[in-house]
C-alpha cells in the first residue's frame, strides 16, 4: 500500500508527531510505500532546526530527516503556516530580511498543492 502522512501536530508537547514518526517506521517495516510527509499547521515545528529537545527526548527533527534520507520519501512543510510560526528557509529569510533561516534539511517549503500531489499518488491519507 501507498502511504501519504499528514502531519499537523507539533514536534514537542503532544503525542501525534511522534506516532506519526512510528507508523511510517511500521509502515516501511511492513513493506509499504511513503509517497511522502506534510508537515502542516502546528505540524510544521518539526522542520524546525533550533529545536533542541531535553537529553531524555527523542530529536524528532533528527529522526524525521535520518528516516527520509533512508527511505527516499520527502518531507514537505507548508510554506504560509510554516512562515506564520517562524520557520522559514533560506529564500523566505531573504526575502523577509531576516537573520537566518531555520528550516532543517531534508525538510523544503511547499505549497498545499504538493498535499494533493502527494494524496492522488497515495491509497490512503494518514493524518496525525
Known amino acids: ?10 514536534a514537542y508537547g503532544s503525542q501525534g508527531s511522534a506516532s506519526a514518526y512510528l507508523f511510517t517506521q511500521a509502515a516501511i517495516a511492513m513493506g509499504h510505500e511513503i509517497q511522502g ?13 533550533f529545536t533542541t529537545p531535553a537529553n531524555d527526548e527523542d530529536d524528532l527533527v533528527a529522526l524525521w530527516a535520518a528516516l527520509a534520507v533512508e527511505h ?13 510560526r517562524g520557520v522559514v ?9 531576516l537573520a537566518a533561516a531555520n528550516l ?25
Open 37 to 49: 510527509i506534510f508537515f502542516y499547521q502546528q505540524g510544521v515545528s518539526n522542520g524546525n532546526q
Open 72 to 84: 527516499g520519501f520527502s518531507l514537505d512543510v507548508c510554506i504560509s503556516a510554516a512562515l506564520r
Open 89 to 97: 528557509d533560506q529564500v523566505s529569510a531573504q526575502d523577509h530580511q
Open 1 to 10: 500500500m501507498r502511504f501519504a502522512i499528514l502531519v499537523t501536530a507539533p
Open 104 to 128: 532543517s534539511e531534508p525538510f523544503a517549503m511547499t505549497g498545499l498543492g504538493q498535499l494533493a500531489e502527494l494524496s492522488s499518488r497515495a491509497d490512503r491519507l494518514v493524518q496525525f
